[in-house]
């Protein structure tokens, strides 16, 4: 019997050596009589991408065939065959040519698990693995006798030149399904499917929700993605004929790698690799914050846009599956950690009511609690003016949520779930009361004794640690859990970590910066911050020390009282900015960055700039925060950067090419930020009455030539205002945004416009926002970037690439 299997183990593995001789690691095809099992790969041409068995998931022996980036160090399959059926065994399951010409895989008992599924016309097939990532199932002798493109029959990837259609004879729509969670690429549960007649393409939730629409195609561009824009690297259009319709994008730079797909998160994404770090980077995506996905946290889940994490569970709940939501699949929501006996209802405020919730006609707050009570499957309540119940799960609840239709809700707890001081209103709740101020008291007592003696111990303690860098101090960090309080008080959170408030026992207030995940050694880390350390100037946000402990790394900063721009700016507040304020804002902060890129012994690049990294003191003199923390979070930055909500609308294009970043990448998103310190509202929210094309960076370019620059003003300002500075802002915002960098000015040079000292000439709209419909006609563009679009402020503007720009210089103007 031993011997028998021996002998079988030979065989296999000499039939094994012999396929592998069969295919040779070169080959991009499979053709009649041969088969790819095992290791074995297919390379295409260049060497672009490759086929074969992979696995995401370590621990477990589920095996697809797929095809994946050869030239990306992670493995992002862009094309899945056996999506929701793994094979165990690799090595005896086998993709191969059957005998009516289709590819089929077969699995280890030699099952027929996959197929094209193609109906074909011809005598012998083979299937090539091409460079642009697509396997094509062809004729073996007439190559433009195709049966079947992957490219054309998707997972979750759309490759550029690939297409979504929906076919008019059949009126089905194809769909792009995300996977089920990271590791597993069977069909999730959001997918992206065009819609014929509102020529649009729709996300959906279980193929019928439809949670996010890309308003219709007006001819340009999808109207509810005003920032999409055609360049000499993007081109895309909308197709329409009488079989099908479709949208197909392209991606002119062969050396970029770049993709778009449905993700796990509902989210559809582009996504570049960076090689420089290693990462993928997000540039864009929608819809543009997680929790507008609908039941991305199940039931009895609640999303937060606050956290990295969108979702948590409710209290007295916890994940139906940790392993899903391990694997960010939160779509199995959460259940009760006890069973509800009896009634108590826990307090949320400031969330997003959950949806389906019933409307009762009731009297008063305790009457519709006792609605709910009186049903035993009713899970919450919610009282304003009128009482509305929920009955079963809870969806699409939204955590520190600040939006005006913000409420609270009563959710129905068991009593042990809830926290003693906030139980609400129940029989018990006098006795309760009177115990609960029994306990407060003696805690009063403890706690005064207790801060006593920590107070003595903590000046002991800080003296002790004033070790001096330079003019920076080197803080510990139990000093630092003390002086925040343990980190209680947060007064943001970015994407360097969280900022915590603290107060230094001279009643100085201070703002610590708790980073995260950073990786460098605490010597590189002492470097990096005495250099930042040494660097001040009035509108630099000041560093005051640093504490590097084992793995702990964290930055001391003045505590600013007014907070960062974006708060004053761009949300509902009841005190606006006036124009001057704003004009000095803008002025300030670019003497900030001009001082970090001229006048710095190293060259700084700050890498980051958005209304939420400028700090405003008490008299609202600006402060640039975050600089040089591009240099000490090293390769994680870029990751960091790019995945921050918020972020991308202010990166310039070379970060998305991956060309080297200069300090014009800064003047870049400074051009961006002025035009919302302008408009008093984010670049990319809808301009309603400029219609759908309203990028307002385009409307903007459009209005200064028109000479209508009032027009976009923040209307709060009531037409309070100096034209002639708004007329200079927006001039040099429209300078800072040029697709080449070479024709952006310097921050020196935006200093000296601001401050009045240089004229400023009329900038050419920006290629890349020159998209433009059929009433815009009579205006006259400059369409193709000749000397004469040059500023001509100042030599050290232009004195370079002329070259770069008439390559890249093309009309964006198409017929359909
Ligand atoms: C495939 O194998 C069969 C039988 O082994 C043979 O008759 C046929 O010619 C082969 N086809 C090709 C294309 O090699
Ligand atoms: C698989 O291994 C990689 C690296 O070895 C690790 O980062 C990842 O967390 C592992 N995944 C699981 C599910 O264990
Ligand atoms: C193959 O195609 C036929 C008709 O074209 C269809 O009925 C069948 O469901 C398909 N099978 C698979 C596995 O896709
Ligand atoms: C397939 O082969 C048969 C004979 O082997 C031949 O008659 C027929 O024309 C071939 N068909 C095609 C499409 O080549
Ligand atoms: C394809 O071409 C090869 C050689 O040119 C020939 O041997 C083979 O019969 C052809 N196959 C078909 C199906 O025409
Ligand atoms: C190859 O196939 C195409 C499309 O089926 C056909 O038009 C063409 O004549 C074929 N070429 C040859 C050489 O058979
Ligand atoms: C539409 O579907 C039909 C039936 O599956 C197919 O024959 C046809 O080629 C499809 N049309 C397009 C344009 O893909
Ligand atoms: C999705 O819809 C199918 C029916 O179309 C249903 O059976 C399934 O339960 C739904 N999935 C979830 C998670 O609700
Ligand atoms: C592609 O880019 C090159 C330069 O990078 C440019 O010359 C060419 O015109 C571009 N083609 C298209 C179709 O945009
Ligand atoms: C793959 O290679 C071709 C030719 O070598 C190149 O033009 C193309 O841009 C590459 N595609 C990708 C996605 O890298
Ligand atoms: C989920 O992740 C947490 C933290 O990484 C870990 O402690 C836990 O064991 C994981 N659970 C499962 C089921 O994988
Ligand atoms: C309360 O209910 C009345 C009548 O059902 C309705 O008109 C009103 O809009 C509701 N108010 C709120 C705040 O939902």
Redesign the pocket.
């Known amino acids: 019997m031993a011997l028998r299997n021996t002998t079988f183990h030979y065989l296999l593995l000499f039939l094994q050596l012999c396929l592998t001789i069969c295919i040779s690691s070169a080959l991009n095809s499979i053709s009649t009589n041969q088969t790819l099992s095992g290791e074995q790969q297919l390379t295409s041409e260049a060497g672009n991408f490759t086929l074969g068995f992979f696995t995401k998931s370590n621990s477990s022996s589920k095996f697809y065939i797929g095809i994946w980036y050869s030239r990306v160090s992670k493995l992002n399959p862009v094309w899945v065959a056996n999506r929701a059926i793994p094979v165990s065994d690799k090595s005896k399951s086998v993709l191969q040519i059957s005998q009516d010409g289709n590819l089929i895989l077969l699995n280890q008992d030699k099952s027929h698990i996959w197929s094209t599924n193609a109906t074909i016309s011809s005598n012998s097939t083979v299937a090539v693995l091409g460079d642009d990532g697509s396997l094509v199932l062809r004729?073996e002798n007439?190559s433009?006798?195709v049966f079947w493109r992957s490219i054309e029959d998707p997972a979750d990837t759309w490759l550029p030149g690939g297409k979504i259609v929906f076919n008019k004879t059949t009126g089905v729509s194809q769909k792009l399904i995300s996977w089920k969670n990271s590791e597993n690429p069977a069909p999730g549960l959001f997918s992206l499917e065009l819609d014929p007649v509102g020529r649009q393409y729709l996300l959906k939730w279980n193929g019928t929700e439809t949670y996010y629409k890309t308003g219709s195609w007006n001819g340009e561009i999808f109207s509810g993605v005003p920032e999409m824009r055609k360049s000499y690297i993007y081109d895309f259009n909308y197709v329409d004929d009488p079989q099908q319709s479709y949208f197909i994008y392209y991606v002119n730079d062969s050396s970029m790698i770049s993709r778009f797909i449905m993700d796990v998160s509902g989210q559809i994404k582009m996504l570049n690799w960076i090689d420089i770090s290693q990462e993928w980077i997000e540039f864009w995506f929608k819809p543009s914050t997680p929790c507008e996905v609908t039941r991305l946290c199940g039931a009895f889940g609640s999303c937060t846009e606050q956290a990295d994490q969108s979702c948590s569970c409710l209290r007295g709940f916890s994940p139906n599956s940790e392993e899903d939501w391990n694997l960010s699949d939160h779509s199995g929501g959460c259940k009760r950690n006890i069973q509800l006996q009896c009634n108590k209802f826990f307090q949320m405020s400031s969330v997003k009511l959950p949806v389906n919730g019933q409307s009762l006609q009731v009297g008063g707050e305790d009457e519709c609690e006792l609605a709910c009570l009186s049903n035993c499957s009713c899970t919450a309540y919610s009282y304003s003016t009128n009482c509305t119940v929920w009955y079963g799960e809870l969806i699409n609840l939204q955590d520190q949520y600040s939006e005006s239709d913000a409420g609270t809700l009563q959710l129905r707890l068991n009593a042990a779930e809830l926290p003693s001081s906030n139980s609400k209103k129940g029989t018990k709740g006098i006795i309760l009361g009177v115990v609960v101020g029994a306990v407060a008291a003696c805690l009063v007592c403890v706690t005064v004794l207790w801060i006593l003696i920590w107070r003595r111990k903590r000046s002991k303690l800080i003296t002790a640690s004033k070790l001096v860098e330079g003019t920076l101090t080197a803080f510990r960090y139990i000093e630092l859990q003390r002086i925040t309080k343990n980190f209680s008080e947060k007064l943001g959170v970015g994407g360097f970590g969280s900022v915590f408030k603290g107060v230094l026992p001279d009643s100085t207030a201070i703002a610590v910066k708790k980073l995260a995940g950073l990786s460098q050694g605490e010597k590189q880390f002492r470097t990096e911050v005495s250099t930042i350390g040494t660097i001040q100037h009035v509108n630099l946000a000041r560093l005051r020390g640093f504490c590097s402990e084992d793995s702990e790394r964290l930055l001391v900063y003045d505590y600013m009282p007014n907070g960062s721009l974006d708060a004053h700016l761009l949300h509902n507040t009841s005190h606006v900015l006036s124009w001057s304020t704003r004009y000095q804002i803008a002025l300030g902060t670019a003497r900030g960055l001009a001082y970090l890129h001229e006048k710095c012994r190293d060259c700084i690049i700050h890498c980051d700039i958005k209304p939420e990294n400028i700090l405003l003191d008490d008299s609202f003199v600006p402060k640039v925060s975050d600089f040089g923390l591009a240099k000490l979070m090293g390769r994680d930055f870029s990751r960091v950067l790019t995945t921050m909500r918020g972020t991308r609308g202010y990166l310039a294009p070379e970060w998305i090419s991956g060309v080297p970043i200069t300090p014009k990448a800064d003047v870049y998103s400074y051009g961006m930020m002025l035009f919302e310190i302008i408009s008093g509202r984010r670049n990319t929210e809808q301009v309603e009455k400029e219609g759908p094309a309203a990028f307002f960076p385009r409307v903007a370019a459009r209005k200064l030539i028109e000479g209508e620059v009032l027009s976009l003003l923040d209307p709060r300002l009531g037409g309070e205002t100096n034209e002639e500075e708004v007329i200079r802002a927006c001039k040099v915002a429209c300078w800072c945004i040029q697709d080449d960098e070479a024709f952006r000015p310097t921050m020196g040079l935006v200093v000296q416009i601001l401050e009045g000292v240089q004229e400023v000439n009329m900038p050419a709209i920006p290629r890349s926002l020159e998209v433009f419909s059929e009433d815009d006609k009579n205006i006259v563009f400059f369409s193709d970037s000749s000397s004469s679009h040059t500023p001509q402020m100042n030599s050290a503007t232009s004195n370079s690439s002329q070259t770069k720009s008439t390559s890249s210089a093309r009309s964006l103007t198409r017929e359909e």
């Open positions: 004729d007439n433009s006798k």
